[in-house]
T-cell receptor, first 119, second 115 residues
Framework: NAGVMQNPRHLVRRRGQEARLRCSPM?????VYWYRQLPEEGLKFMVY????????ESGMPKERFSAEFPKEGPSILRIQQVVRGDSAAYFC?????????????????FGSGTQLSVL | DQQVKQNSPSLSVQEGRISILNCDYT??????FLWYKKYPAEGPTFLIS?????DKNEDGRFTVFLNKSAKHLSLHIVPSQPGDSAVYFC??????????????FGKGTKLSVKP
C-alpha cells in the first residue's frame, strides 16, 4: 500500500534548463495538489488537479510553470528555464475524493518531496 | 502578507512535560484549522484538526484549542516524547476563495524534546 510517490528526490539543474517533477498519487486517489516550500518558509499551495483537469491554479506563477495530471501516468510539474529562485522543496499531495467542506483537507496525504537545486 | 503566523521558530521541552505550540491567523473567514507534523526529508503528515465552530479537539496526547475572538490556536502535547521532535505546521482553510486542498500554512515551529 504505497503512499504518494515523488521522484526524483533530488534534482539539480543549471539556470535555463527545464525541471520535471513527478508525482504518483496513492492508489485510488484522483485528486493531486502541488505545494512549494522555499527555505525558511511554510508550504505554499500551487495547483490542484483532477485527472485531465486543472481545478485551481491560483498559486502557480504565471510564467514558466505548468502542471498536468493525465488520464494515465503520474502528475507532472514542469518548470521551464529555471532560475535560482526556483530552488525549493516541491511537495505533492493526493486525496481520494472531492468531498467539499472543511473536513476534506484532512484527507491530504503528502509525498516526501523533490528538492530542486538550481545552480 | 502572512495570514497564518507561527511566531516561534523553535521550542525546546523536556521529555514528559507539556509542549505548547502557538499559531495566530488574520483571516476571520477561515473555517478549519489543521496541524501537520514534518520530519526531515519527509512530507508533512496530518496530526489533528479543529473546525471553527469548536474550541477544543482532543486526540490522545494531542489537543488543539481555538480562540476565535483572539484569532489564535494552540497545540498541546502531553506528555512530550523524544519522538515528537519535528517541525509542526499550522494550516488553515476556507479563507473565502480557496478550493479543496488549498491550505494556508504557517512557517512552522521546530520542536525538540530532550530526554
Amino acid at each position: 500500500n504505497a503512499g504518494v510517490m515523488q521522484n526524483p528526490r533530488h534534482l539539480v539543474r543549471r539556470r535555463g534548463q527545464e525541471a520535471r517533477l513527478r508525482c504518483s498519487p496513492m492508489k485510488g486517489h484522483s485528486h493531486v495538489y502541488w505545494y512549494r516550500q522555499l527555505p525558511e518558509e511554510g508550504l505554499k499551495f500551487m495547483v490542484y488537479l483532477q485527472k485531465e483537469n486543472i481545478i485551481d491554479e491560483s498559486g502557480m506563477p504565471k510564467e514558466r510553470f505548468s502542471a498536468e495530471f493525465p488520464k494515465e501516468g503520474p502528475s507532472i510539474l514542469r518548470i521551464q528555464q529555471v532560475v535560482r529562485g526556483d530552488s525549493a522543496a516541491y511537495f505533492c499531495a493526493s486525496s481520494p475524493w472531492r468531498t467539499g467542506g472543511a473536513g476534506a483537507n484532512e484527507k491530504l496525504f503528502f509525498g516526501s518531496g523533490t528538492q530542486l537545486s538550481v545552480l | 502578507d502572512q495570514q497564518v503566523k507561527q511566531n516561534s521558530p523553535s521550542l525546546s521541552v523536556q521529555e514528559g512535560r507539556i509542549s505548547i505550540l502557538n499559531c495566530d491567523y488574520t483571516n476571520s473567514m477561515f473555517d478549519y484549522f489543521l496541524w501537520y507534523k514534518k520530519y526531515p526529508a519527509e512530507g508533512p503528515t496530518f496530526l489533528i484538526s479543529i473546525s471553527s465552530i469548536k474550541d477544543k479537539n482532543e486526540d490522545g496526547r494531542f489537543t488543539v484549542f481555538l480562540n476565535k475572538s483572539a484569532k489564535h490556536l494552540s497545540l498541546h502535547i502531553v506528555p512530550s516524547q523524544p519522538g515528537d521532535s519535528a517541525v509542526y505546521f499550522c494550516a488553515a482553510s476556507g479563507g473565502g476563495g480557496g478550493s479543496q486542498g488549498n491550505l494556508i500554512f504557517g512557517k512552522g515551529t521546530k520542536l525538540s524534546v530532550k530526554p
